[in-house]
T-cell receptor
Framework: GENVEQHPSTLSVQEGDSAVIKCTYSDSASNYFPWYKQELGKRPQLIIDIRSNVGEKKDQRIAVTLNKTAKHFSLHITETQPEDSAVYFCAALWMDSSYKLIFGSGTRLLVRP | GAVVSQHPSRVICKSGTSVKIECRSLDFQATTMFWYRQFPKQSLMLMATSNEGSKATYEQGVEKDKFLINHASLTLSTLTVTSAHPEDSSFYIC?????????????FGSGTRLTVV
């Protein structure tokens, strides 16, 4: 089945620095890759997504890159702020009949003031 | 728009009892609802996919007789945890896929924190 691997599991950066989280996926047919931010006890919130017809997408301080050949995609957060501290999950769409999202294991990001 | 309302947000039940969790799509029709379980400091693990008017599809290792899913209408899917045990204590969250005119993504319920004592 579909498998999504995410690294690192924890990431600590100084405020203002950049943070990069990487994911790999197994289903070569996957064509949708969202990133979610989850705060404790809350629902995941979509922060950015990318589809396989593009290689990069940017939204202010957040960017996502996709390498379909290598089957990996990355989240880049620039100029990090303390409020960016949260758990981040990548996900990939499994292209079976149900179109289910399979999540990575998560990255706990801590931005130190 | 595209809101999924999930209830209850928190529930404490005694071991051996059953608990029902509801997810309603408020302003759209959800033909498919996904149910996830999340243990503390872990990822969202897909439990099952429910389809309106048909039987749910369960992921490997998920007991279909313990986690009953009903999707009787286009706006309501329910998950019933039967004969709950402490190891079933977890955060349960539903998700619906949106149509292209709604952004073609996924929307999540607010989650249910289940504690079995």
């Amino acid at each position: 089945g579909e498998n999504v691997e995410q690294h690192p599991s924890t990431l600590s950066v100084q405020e203002g620095d950049s943070a990069v989280i990487k994911c790999t996926y197994s289903d070569s047919a996957s064509n949708y890759f969202p990133w979610y931010k989850q705060e404790l006890g809350k629902r995941p919130q979509l922060i950015i997504d990318i589809r396989s017809n593009v290689g990069e997408k940017k939204d202010q301080r957040i960017a996502v890159t996709l390498n379909k050949t290598a089957k990996h995609f990355s989240l880049h957060i620039t100029e990090t702020q303390p409020e960016d501290s949260a758990v981040y999950f990548c996900a990939a769409l499994w292209m079976d009949s149900s179109y289910k999202l399979i999540f990575g294991s998560g990255t706990r990001l801590l931005v130190r003031p | 728009g595209a809101v999924v309302s999930q209830h209850p947000s928190r529930v404490i039940c005694k071991s051996g009892t059953s608990v029902k969790i509801e997810c309603r799509s408020l302003d759209f029709q959800a033909t498919t609802m996904f149910w996830y379980r999340q243990f503390p400091k872990q990822s969202l693990m897909l439990m099952a996919t429910s389809n309106e008017g048909s039987k749910a599809t369960y992921e490997q290792g998920v007991e279909k007789d313990k986690f009953l899913i009903n999707h009787a209408s286009l706006t309501l899917s329910t998950l019933t945890v039967t004969s709950a045990h402490p190891e079933d204590s977890s955060f349960y969250i539903c998700s619906a896929r949106l149509s292209r005119d709604r952004g073609d993504g996924y929307t999540f319920g607010s989650g249910t924190r289940l504690t079995v004592v």
